[in-house]
């Protein structure tokens, strides 16, 4: 298995809503990000998470709270969202977060999430 | 200044022309360099990975890295329009135990039949 699977691919919600995104991966990779990709934008980092961990939180604000159940599975969770939070959110994984000879990161497609 | 300079194009070629795209990038802490292809409505894909200045080839890709001039080139041959994509350079440097990937803006390829 060499993918990152993220779910649900689309999702529509209200700024009152509560709801997660999620994000697997069987890889043994170590490390997993959550970027923003606005339209025609390069992706954004949002937060990295080494050995289970959160390392880096890039001020993202608290509406948006991550979270790493184990070593596959990482979670993002959304409250009182604003329209300009629509986007496409990634998800990403490497071997090691330190970096190394197998170094790179595979991407999932991403959820599209539109705010209403 | 941004920390990675790409440009955005977009950059449209005739099929089976080699295609010439490059990044600057201001920060020496970079360690590991990297093209992603990204096809629209889609997650980046891994094309190309380097750590130290030089020539890397994979088929019709050839990536270069040059730290002494902060500059990396990213080449395709025999462009197909399968090809046509949106490519987007990244560095990235280890910042409290992890390796965070800093991206350019992203130039977007056409390849015409």
């Known amino acids: 298995d060499t993918e990152v699977t993220q779910t649900p691919k689309h999702l529509v919600m209200g700024m009152t809503n509560k709801k997660s995104l999620k994000c697997e991966q069987h890889?043994?990779?170590?490390?997993m990000y959550w970027y923003k990709q606005k339209a025609k934008k390069p992706p954004e980092l949002m937060f990295v998470?080494?050995?289970?961990?959160?390392?880096i939180n890039e001020s993202v604000p608290s509406r948006f709270s991550p979270e790493c159940p184990n070593s596959s599975l990482l979670n993002l969770h959304l409250h009182a969202l604003q329209p300009e939070d629509s986007a496409l959110y990634l998800c990403?994984?490497?071997?090691?977060?330190?970096?190394?000879?197998?170094?790179?990161?595979?991407f999932g497609s991403g959820t599209r999430l539109t705010v209403v | 200044q941004k920390e990675v300079e790409q440009d955005p194009g977009p950059l449209s070629v005739p099929e089976g022309a080699i295609v010439s795209l490059n990044c600057t990038y201001s920060?020496?802490?970079?360690?590991?360099f990297m093209w992603y292809r990204q096809y629209s409505r889609k997650g980046p894909e891994l094309l190309m990975y380097?750590?130290?200045?030089g020539n890397k080839e994979d088929g019709r890709f050839t990536a270069q890295v040059d730290k002494s001039s902060k500059y990396i080139s990213l080449f395709i041959r025999d462009s197909q329009p399968s090809d046509s994509a949106t490519y987007l350079c990244?560095?990235?440097?280890?910042?409290?135990?992890?390796?965070?990937?800093?991206f350019g803006q992203g130039t977007r390829l056409t390849i015409n039949p």
């Open positions: 990403a994984s490497s071997l090691y977060p330190e970096g190394g000879t197998n170094y790179g990161y595979t």
């Open positions: 890889m043994g990779h170590r490390a």
């Open positions: 998470y080494s050995y289970e961990k959160l390392s």
């Open positions: 920060n020496s802490a970079f360690q590991y």
């Open positions: 380097t750590y130290s200045s």
């Open positions: 990244a560095m990235s440097q280890l910042v409290q135990g992890a390796q965070k990937l800093v």
